[in-house]
């Protein structure tokens, strides 16, 4: 049954081959469910996602309640059922750590109109504690506050773009959109983008907002729909906030009202 699982896979699209079977099981008539739990094959489902279940029209027990858990289960958890090659969670620790994602504030719906127009983000160097992160930022997001965007009727995060270069340069030579009077000396971080996308969902503010800057993984972007879930940035934040999620609307609280300025998540509940 190992070998039959593990041969099983499929291709989409000419992509890369990958396994479609999380388990294999075998039915066989037996009518003393309570004592087979004791057996090896029984025991070995949980350990490796392989076994076998009695089943007879007065024995259905243990399969009902195994079917239930399959149906209930959410996308990681049901994962979490497949045997994982060695190596898979430090493999996918460095993917939710990767902060590839700047997601910056605006002073104002003009900003936002250059910024568009023109495909380009730009922002003080200042505000950038480390300036080794700029080499690993692959895309670039805007918040609009509900302080400065609430006549425009759009909130949160709807655009993104990736990036296609940036640069240091001194604001007066950012030419797309005048320098306040006293910075055009200063220095500021550019980035091209190569396009501007408008999310089908906003990540709404959720109450909280953005001072200056947040990074994050693309990964958790995509999946966010508050920004308070930017902050997520565990394989163990996920999986609670995924299997929450799948039973109401799920809350992130941070230790502060700005989601940059926050230094831990508090807690991860459903929102009653």
Known sequence: MHRYRDAIVYSEGGQELERSMFGAYVLFPYHDEQNYQEHKFYKSIEMVNVGAFPFLPNATELMNKFLEEIIMDSPEKAYERSTRPRGTQGYYKNKLAGK????????????????????????????????????????????????KFADTGETGIHYVGKVKDWKVLRRGEIKERPARKGTENQLYVKFTIEEWTKRPEPIVSGGLGIYRLLYTSKYIFDRATEIAELRLETEEQLREWREKRRLGTVKVELDHTQVDLAQQVRDIRLDE
């Not at 910024?115 to 730009?122: G, I, M, T």
């Open 100 to 147: 590839n994602v700047l997601v910056g504030s605006l002073r104002e719906v003009a900003q936002l109109e250059s910024s568009l127009k023109y495909k380009y983000y730009h922002l003080p160097l200042e505000n950038i504690s480390d300036h080794k992160i700029l080499t690993q930022i692959e895309y670039v997001a805007v918040y609009q506050s509900k302080g």
